[in-house]
């Protein structure tokens, strides 16, 4: 037994299963996204779905149901969005402007003493030894600033992990669709700094 | 022996790229010539490039043609539909027309520059 949705495909309406059901919207999604960079976006859509619904009906078969071995087959006909946007690479550069962020800054693990904040600001401004910014972060804790900027940065901030973040670390802005996810690594990284350093006291105290 | 079948299976993977490059060129020749005449809808389109092998996937078609109207060489009607919604019937405009003639020229060139190296 399954269960099925009622579907309005390109103005027709059809009756699918709901594992094909998720697997055709899985399907447009794709697509969609792949265009979105584009004006004509909506266009593309709506005249691929419409192409969809006249496979369907040609594929009818006897039932009337869409099952997901349909959708595997009409999705073979059509194509996945990478294979026809390879041919029209021109078009998809033509909308979007490079958002390509070749610059960033990030925490460095090689080189910290508590996060790395200090040494990725040093990298991020140029400078060549991350004193200076170490310096002012414990300027900043002894008076009356406080360790408040030092942690929102080893918040907000993320470590740089792979060969490719190192190399972009000597850079310019924040990628800002990063942060959410880097919030989320820092708090756990905080967290088990944290408990580190309490281990640390634990043991010297004890 | 490991650097063998590597050399052969790069070369297979670049020379996919090429023919889907000389492809992709003239899809776009081949797209506004079979306008040219009549105005046509996407499906029938796709039948033609089809059958000439043009095209692999028919989800290349819909990008390329929204790129041909963005760039107004083509526009389209409405047009009822005794099975359905109405469709979008695709037509080449003025500029359309002198582009393909352009095209056109260029591909005989082309065809006989590249015979001529081949024989």
């Known amino acids: 037994m399954k269960k099925v949705e009622n579907i309005n495909l390109g103005g027709k309406k059809f009756t699918i299963d709901q594992d094909a059901y998720d697997e055709l919207d899985s ?105 200076l910014f170490r310096a002012l972060f414990v300027a900043m804790a002894i008076t009356g600033v406080g360790m408040l900027p030092y942690f929102l940065l080893w918040l907000f901030v993320p470590v740089a992990k792979t060969t490719s973040d190192k190399l972009s670390m000597y850079g310019e802005k924040i990628n800002i669709e990063t942060i959410a996810h880097s919030v989320e690594e820092s708090l756990t990284d905080i967290k088990d700094t944290l408990e580190d350093l309490g281990k640390n006291l634990k043991n010297k105290m004890g | ?73 083509v526009s389209y009607n409405w047009k009822e539909s005794n099975s359905g919604p109405p469709r979008k019937y695709y037509v080449i405009t003025a500029e359309g027309k002198a582009a393909l003639k352009e095209l056109k020229s260029t591909w005989k060139d082309m065809e006989a520059a590249v015979n001529n190296s081949l024989n």
């Open chain 2, 1 to 73: 022996m490991h650097s063998t079948i590597y050399s052969i299976e790069y070369s297979n993977m670049n020379l996919d790229n090429t023919k889907a490059q000389m492809r992709k060129g003239l899809l776009e020749l081949c797209v506004l010539s079979i306008i040219e005449k009549i105005e046509m809808y996407p499906s029938d389109i796709i039948q033609k490039l089809k059958s000439s092998k043009m095209i692999v996937v028919e989800g290349t078609l819909y990008p390329l043609l929204n790129r041909l109207l963005k760039s107004e060489l």
């Open chain 1, 27 to 131: 399907y447009l999604h794709s697509i969609e996204k792949k265009f979105s960079a584009s004006s004509g976006v909506d266009d593309i859509v709506y005249d691929i779905e419409t192409r969809l619904a006249e496979l369907f009906e040609e594929n009818q078969l006897g039932s009337s149901i869409i099952t997901l071995e349909k959708v595997q087959k009409v999705k073979a006909i059509m194509g996945t969005p990478s294979d026809f946007s390879s041919h029209d690479e021109f078009y998809m550069h033509s909308d979007s402007e490079g958002n390509y962020a070749q610059k960033r800054l990030f925490r460095d693990p090689d080189d910290k003493v508590v996060a790395g904040v200090a040494s990725g600001l040093t990298a991020y401004f140029g400078l060549g030894s991350p004193l």
